[in-house]
């Protein structure tokens, strides 16, 4: 391939992909929603530094199907002749060569496997994020037995997820993640010199904040757990499972074995099966 350093003047473009054109030069920002993302920033990006200015115009595609081409303008000729080289080359290379990805020079790519995405696809992470070796980590993170995990009522978790709210719904998330602003965080990226509980000096983690047994942690989580058992009792919430809920977040707050997060995390599903929210 030959290379010429030009450095100013101008590239016209035809194009028969009217929306590509317009996600491409008339877009004021690309967002990682949009279908084929990947293609389009990587694009735009490369445009953006280019020292040549760049314009397009839209061509209409096949107009030979209803036109003669010797009657049809350049634009539209050279669209044809485009259409027939890429099928001929598609025809040749597609039973041999595999599909790859060139690598992109801006910003991040996202990948499931040996796939890569090329935008923002919300239902392959989720069923990406429900394989086997995530649900091992967390087994054996939150010392949930395998049995158990599988067990979980996803959808009626995301049910009540997002009667949380957007902000709340994200810090759900972080918090089980143990990465939320806690003295453990704020020591080990520095915000701090130490990982004490600023209201009883012990160490501070996530599940510390809930346990925490300071008069005024302790008091708050009284009310709370009041709060709850009154809203169960209003919802018409089954006697039995309001009576072990409410017992056996008191009984996890005490515990102090590593059983704590398991329990945590059965009763939320037990809570959400119900219907309700944690
Ligand atoms: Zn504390």
Redesign the pocket.
């Known amino acids: 391939m030959d290379k010429y350093d030009i450095c100013n003047g101008t590239i016209e473009i035809g194009c028969d992909c009217e929306s590509a054109l317009t996600a491409i030069f008339d877009h004021t920002y690309d967002t990682p929603r949009q279908p084929h993302h990947d293609l389009i920033h990587e694009i735009r990006s490369k445009l953006a530094s280019s020292p040549v200015t760049w314009i397009a115009r839209h061509v209409r595609g096949h107009q030979d199907k209803h036109v003669p081409i010797h009657l049809l303008d350049m634009w539209s000729q050279l669209n044809v002749e485009m259409d027939s080289l890429a099928k001929t080359y598609w025809n040749q290379m597609q039973p041999t060569i595999q599909p790859f990805y060139p690598a992109n020079q801006t910003g991040w790519s996202l990948w499931i496997g040996q796939r890569k995405l090329s935008s923002w696809d919300r239902v392959s992470l989720y069923n990406h994020a429900q394989k086997t070796d995530i649900l091992a980590h967390w087994s054996k993170r939150r010392c949930i037995p395998e049995n158990l995990i599988s067990s979980i009522n996803w959808e009626a978790c995301e049910n009540a997820v997002k009667q949380l709210g957007l902000h709340r719904a994200l810090w759900v998330p972080k918090w089980l993640a143990g990465y939320a602003p806690v003295g453990k965080v704020m020591k080990r990226y520095k915000f701090q010199t130490h990982a004490?509980?600023?209201?009883?000096?012990?160490f501070?983690d996530t599940i510390?904040?809930i346990?925490?047994?300071?008069l005024l942690?302790t008091t708050k989580w009284d009310s709370s757990i009041a709060t709850l058992d009154a809203w169960l009792l209003q919802v018409g919430t089954m006697p039995d499972l309001r009576h072990a809920i409410v017992t056996r977040l008191k009984a996890w707050k005490t515990i102090l074995s590593t059983l704590g997060p398991m329990l945590t995390t059965l009763l939320k599903s037990k809570i959400s099966s119900a219907g309700g929210a944690f």
């Open positions: 004490e509980c600023p209201r009883c000096s012990e501070e510390h904040v346990r925490c047994e300071s942690a």
